[in-house]
């Protein structure tokens, strides 16, 4: 289809007009509104939201009215003038269009009203001089701000962000300005009239007002009459009647006087119909200063919402409103918002002029106030007034802990600590920019007790003199189940430095022995924590132990000791006076069980360097409380699958680097026949017999007769020399008097010709087949006879045997295989990226990546070729030494003869005796085009592989036998290189051969 010429042209003119009508306007208004760029961010996030609550019809005003033409409904931004494409860009990628629910059309014609009203925006914030990223901003919510701006700008250095909610520390409270949110929260808009407001009695009529006269009686009737520019009503019945002037009461009367006089038989109910529009002017420190029209019911605070309010740096308590010139009106916005006095709230005339002055001077108060906050003083001189101007003191202050920030005389910073329960104090005079900060009280109770953890009622109980233990828990009734009676914790913050405290307590004790000694004698703000035997205690444990931490020094250790390994709940736990070994694994809710009791390891720090030093216990003969420990200890517990050297890691560390010349590291190594070899720390005259423990014990292939310690001297200073001394592992006394040096390596050797349980699996056709345990040197023949022999049904020559050391091998061969077939692949397909294969080298490289896929599902299975036939008839010559984990799988006699690979179609035959190899590849429909007929060969049912023809000089035909399978495999001429894609067909073949035959064997 032709498009006519003429349509060419009415588009560039329709163009051309849009690009006018938008650029020209734009820069006008501009031009006329220059004031617009002065206004803060505030200002203008209102504006804007001001725009975004009118209907579209005082959107149209609005844009009308700032020189702003409406623009076309254009689908697209790319029709915009260039200053404008950014911004509507903008605003299309910020604003995602959803696809309307609606019908095609309704859904059409929103999608076209949410296009048009973007647009709209983009052109309203583009002339108020709004950036590219404010239109992000405000899509989001957050307030525009430009660069060196702030939203309140004060001279008090506190924080004053608009922020509303209190901080926790009168330093940090962050405080606002008082009374200008009254302006942030309003909703109201500057293009509504106050049209639904009561008309008082004290209304002046005026040019513009409309009447509403009803008259009833001999007829109804009713006129709504204006009054004219002249003040005058033309009542049709009576005549004009002069009004402006009057107010409402006294027109009414004047009016129901003259219908009275006038007309015989009616009365009248006169009211006000729709009021005449004045014009006001709000200036000085208003948000949106200049002229308004507004209802003539408007009052000063509905001017002063109408222009956005009063910026921060505007007075809220010194407002005027002037009338010819004079103040005839005074607004303190502070009776408003503290009060509710509405008394200067004074309606508005023609011509009145609402100015609002420069701020005054302001003080801060922060803390603990009611309301606290930034504010302005008028009448306010002392501190008591400001006190009382922010709502008075909260229970929770303390006015004794107070003061004032001041800037003095010279301009310095200067704090005066204020006690204001003394009169004086609150008579202190204010300055200009003076911050008042009250604190609370303390957190702390005095004469009190608390108990925590395992109970039914936690919390704070009285204190009084003599309280104990058992009166703050006075029977098991008041524990949770399964509460730990044998270890709680007593906290006491100890006079006057408040140090922590720590004291151990038996519940089970204080509630049997009441006023005893075990029931401990209770002081003020004592703590008592009760733990459960079933849940974790390290989180109610871990804040005191971060106090106890905290008390350390130099001179002195943190009051913690640390329980690892085999307990019920290892960690960190509070040290207390006379603790016992016995007392800390009772914190840690006692040993789990099978814990070694032989070997407990204690490591101990000295002062004052800090040197550790280690020690062991056996439980078994030593009771636990008869080992006090010290502060810093680390109390070691092994279990039997522990690893010990790792548990091990941190104390061997430690005595690691404390090492030095003429101080050897304490540790010695223990290697071979134990339970546990490796590194374990020297003890202090630490005998052979220990370290045996230590390592667990031996194993039970361990050489108990001797053993051989490896020692390393220091001769004169000069060398090192390396000692072997062998000792009788047979003889105690010899090994508990055996003491161990540093860095002596002890090793215990293996019991001779011990080995662990050897077994093979014999699987098919034998009497017995099962699991047989197998001793060294044992032969496959030897483990058939134990079988019971072999069936009639056994085809010997099928037999399969696979060994697990040959998986391991045949795993390591498919990974190297598969590696380079991958890195020829790729090699390929980053050449084929720069030069064009032809269609046969794309061919060859499709062939490739199935292989690769099929060598990614072949599975090892470490097949090992044997002929089982004459194993059992010449076991000399050919019997198979038996390995752990070997696997014999003799199937019944199979009459079958596969052919497999590149045939017309792979399939299985009967076996006959007469037919050769290409007999066979005949009968499975011949071989297909990419076959390699060259090299043609045949797995043998034992696994083993030969080719038809013989050798190369000998050229006698291979006879087939049942079970063999015939691989034709792929011609790999095209597929280089050669040897590794052979290679990958044969791994194929062979793996596909041995599966079908366990796959037959398992059937």
Same mark, same amino acid.
């Given at each position: ?60 005003? /609005? ?149 509403? @006269? ?104 010194? *407002? ?67 006190? $009382? ?90 524990? &949770?189940? &399964? /509460? ?31 006023? &005893? ?19 974790? +205690? ?7 132990? =971060? ?25 960190? %736990? ?38 550790? =030093? ?31 050297? &790792? ?61 051989? @310690? ?7 200073? $000069? ?54 345990? *197998? ?116 199937? +019944? ?43 043609? %060969? ?66």
């Amino acid at each position: 289809m032709q498009i006519p010429s003429r349509f060419f042209i009415w588009n560039i003119i329709f163009l051309t007009l849009v690009s006018v009508l938008w650029v020209v306007p734009s820069a006008y208004a501009k031009t006329q509104n220059p004031t617009f760029q002065n206004l803060s961010p505030e200002e203008k996030r209102q504006l804007f939201e001001q725009f975004q609550r009118l209907t579209p019809e005082q959107k149209q005003a /609005a844009l009308r009215e700032q020189n702003i033409k409406e623009p076309k409904k254009e689908p697209s931004s790319k029709k915009l003038p260039d200053e404008m494409k950014s911004d509507a860009l903008a605003l299309e990628e910020e604003t995602p269009e959803e696809t309307p629910e609606e019908t095609p059309e309704e859904g059409k014609k929103n999608l076209d009203e949410m296009k048009s009203e973007r647009r709209e925006l983009s052109l309203f914030v583009k002339e108020k001089g709004v950036s590219r990223g404010a239109v992000s901003d405000l899509s989001k919510g957050k307030p525009i701000a430009q660069k060196g701006s702030a939203l309140v700008k004060t001279p008090f250095n506190v924080g004053l962000a608009p922020q509303t909610e209190m901080q926790p520390s009168p330093d940090e409270q962050v405080l606002k300005l008082f009374g200008y949110e009254l302006f942030t929260q309003s909703a109201s808009s500057p293009f509504s009239l106050m049209t639904q407001l009561p008309v008082l009695s004290e209304y002046i009529l005026g040019p513009g007002d409309t009447v509403k @006269i009803q008259l009833f009686g001999k007829e109804n009737l009713v006129h709504e009459l204006m009054v004219t520019r002249e003040g005058n009503i033309d009542f049709p019945e009576i005549g004009p009647i002069t009004v402006a002037g009057l107010r409402f009461d006294e027109f009414k009367a004047l009016l129901q006087d003259r219908i009275n006089k006038q007309l015989i038989g009616f009365n009248a109910s006169i009211t006000m119909g729709e009021l005449r529009s004045i014009q006001v002017f709000v200036l000085g420190e208003a948000k949106r200063p200049g002229a308004y029209t507004v209802s003539g019911l408007t009052t000063l605070t509905n001017a002063l919402l109408a222009s956005g309010g009063v910026l921060p740096t505007g007075s809220l308590r010194l *407002i005027e409103l002037k009338r010819n010139g004079k103040v005839v009106q005074t607004l303190d916005l502070y009776d408003l918002l503290l009060k509710g006095d509405t008394r200067g709230d004074k309606r508005l005339l023609p011509g009145d002029v609402i100015f609002i002055p420069p701020v005054g001077k302001r003080i801060a108060v922060g803390g603990e106030v009611l309301r606290p906050a930034i504010y302005e003083l008028k009448e306010e001189k002392v501190v008591k007034e400001l006190i $009382k101007l922010a709502g008075g003191f909260l229970p929770t202050s303390y006015p004794k802990s107070s003061r004032i920030e001041r800037i003095d005389a010279k301009g310095d910073r200067t704090i005066r600590d204020l006690d204001l329960t003394e009169p004086h104090n609150q008579e202190v005079r204010l300055q200009d920019g003076d911050v008042i900060r009250v604190f609370p009280i303390l957190e702390k109770m005095e004469n009190v007790v608390y108990v925590k953890g395992h109970v039914w009622r936690p919390g704070g109980y009285a204190w009084k003199e003599g309280i104990r233990v058992s009166d703050l828990v006075k029977s098991v009734d008041e524990l &949770k189940p &399964k /509460a730990d009676l044998n270890y709680a914790i007593l906290k006491r913050a100890l006079p006057p430095t408040q140090e922590i405290q720590i004291l151990a307590v038996n519940l089970e004790n204080a509630l049997k022995n009441l006023g &005893k000694e075990g029931d401990l004698v209770l002081m003020p703000r004592d703590e008592l924590t009760v733990f459960g035997m079933e849940e974790g +205690r390290q989180d109610a444990i871990k804040p005191i132990v =971060e106090e106890l931490v905290s008390q350390a020094s130099y001179q002195k250790y943190p009051a913690v000791i640390k329980i690892v390994g085999h307990v019920k709940f290892p960690g960190a %736990y509070p040290f207390h006076e006379h603790m016992h070994l016995g007392g800390a694994l009772q914190a840690g809710a006692g040993l789990l069980p099978e814990a070694d009791l032989a070997y407990v390891l204690v490591y101990r720090k000295k002062e004052p360097t800090g040197y550790g =030093e280690v020690f062991s216990v056996n439980l078994n003969t030593i009771q636990g409380e008869a080992i006090p420990l010290q502060p810093a200890d680390e109390i070691v517990v092994f279990g039997p699958k522990h690893n010990r050297p &790792k548990l091990l890691k941190t104390v061997v560390d430690a005595l690691r680097l404390q090492a030095s010349i003429g101080e050897p590291e304490k540790i010695v190594r223990v290697t071979g026949r134990v339970r546990f070899p490796g590194e374990y720390p020297l003890e202090d005259k630490m005998s052979v017999k220990r370290l045996l423990i230590a390592a667990g014990g031996l194993t039970e292939n361990a050489f108990s007769l001797g053993a051989e @310690i490896t020692r390393y001297e220091i001769i004169a200073k $000069k060398s090192r020399e390396i000692q072997h001394v062998s000792i009788s592992l047979g003889n105690g006394q010899e090994m508990a008097e055996s003491y161990l040096s540093p860095h002596d390596v002890l090793h215990i050797q293996r019991l001779p010709n011990f080995s662990n349980r050897e077994y093979v699996t014999i699987e098919g056709e034998v009497q017995f087949p099962g699991e047989y345990t *197998i001793s060294r040197d044992e032969t496959l023949s030897q483990i058939i006879k134990r079988a019971g022999g072999i069936t009639e049904g056994a085809y010997v020559e099928a037999a399969i045997f696979t060994r697990e050391d040959l998986i391991k091998t045949e795993a390591e061969r498919l990974k190297e295989v598969k590696a380079r077939v991958q890195s020829e692949l790729e090699a390929e397909q980053i050449q084929a990226t720069v030069n064009e294969k032809s269609e046969s080298e794309r061919a060859a490289m499709e062939e490739k990546s199935g292989l690769l896929e099929k060598l990614d599902s072949a599975v090892p299975l470490g097949r090992l070729v044997i002929d089982l036939n004459r194993a059992l008839k010449d076991p000399k010559t050919y019997d198979v030494k038996l390995r752990s984990g070997d696997r014999l799988f003799i199937p +019944r006699f199979r009459q079958e003869v596969s052919v497999m690979g590149e045939v017309q179609v792979p399939i299985s035959h009967l076996y006959d005796a007469s037919l050769s190899t290409e007999d066979y590849i005949e009968r499975s429909g011949g071989v297909t085009v990419k076959a390699d007929e060259g090299h043609v %060969y045949i797995i043998k049912a034992n696994g083993g592989m030969t080719h038809p023809a013989g050798t190369r000089w000998f050229r006698t035909e291979q006879p087939i036998a049942p079970g063999d399978t015939i691989v034709v495999p792929l011609d790999v001429d095209h597929i280089k290189p050669l040897e590794l894609w052979t290679k990958v067909t044969q791994i194929l073949y062979q793996s596909a051969v041995t599966v079908a035959a366990l796959t037959n064997l398992v059937k």
